[in-house]
Each structure stands twice: as C-alpha cells, then as structure tokens.
C-alpha cells in the first residue's frame, strides 16, 4: 500500500486539504471562455474553490469567478455536470475569506431552481453577459 511507503509524519496528511475551506452560499459568477454563468460559490480556501454551476465546465478550462466585490482567476481542476473545482492561480487573502463569510451573512442567493430562470430571464431581456 502506498500508505505504509510512506514516512509515518506524512500519512496523516493523506486526504487532507493543505488549508481549510470555508463553506458558503454565496451568489457568484463563473467566466469561462464560452460564456459566463451565475453559480453558487459553495466553498472557498486560500488556493481552490468549489462552485455549483449551471451548465458544466471542462477540466483544464481557465476560469475567473467573482462574487460580492472580489474576482480570482483559477482554473477547472475537476467537473461534473453541476459542480466543479478550481485552483487559484494566485492565493487569497485571510482577509478575503473573512469578508466573504460576512457577505455570505446577508447576502444568501436565491434558491438554485431560480438561477435557471434568472439566467433565462436575463438572456431574453438581452442583459445576459456573454
């Protein structure tokens, strides 16, 4: 097993993430190459974030996401169907982290089944953000 190869300092830290996240439901925008969508930016640490998208992204895309009064630039290390991950090309502030979990305090998004409508909503009034 590759767990006993290794020295014991070093096998408690399999399957831990280097920095905490902070977990959140905080409106946000994800811009990708062929579009941007609204999302849901559900957690966030100094290097990665993980968001619930509308639409899928692909593995290896460049990405920047914002939400409140920050924006990150990353990129899609992992992806499903309604979810994916990024890795900050550039770490965050402590103080980022703590102003994002003051705004996720009061400025919870709507329920997920109303981004869809919001979105559509946008498009057809010709507001959408391509």
Not at 27 to 38: E, F, P, V, Y
Not at 46 to 73: C, M
Request: glycine share 6%; hydrophobic share 45%; proline share 3%.
């Amino acid at each position: 097993m590759l767990a006993s190869r290794l020295p014991v300092d070093q096998r408690s830290q399999i399957g831990r993430r280097a920095t905490a996240r902070l977990r959140t439901r905080v409106a946000a925008r994800l811009i990708l190459l062929d579009g941007t969508q609204h999302c849901v930016l559900i957690d966030i640490s100094l290097s990665g974030a993980r968001v619930k998208t509308s639409k899928s992204a692909r593995l290896g895309d460049e990405a920047v996401l914002t939400w409140g009064d920050f924006e990150v630039f990353g990129q899609v290390v992992w992806a499903t169907e309604t979810h994916c991950g990024l890795a900050l090309i550039d770490p965050i502030d402590d103080a980022v982290l703590l102003a994002t979990r003051q705004w996720d305090q009061i400025a919870r998004p709507p329920e997920e089944r109303n981004l869809s409508r919001l979105s559509a909503t946008a498009w057809a009034q010709g507001k959408a953000q391509t």
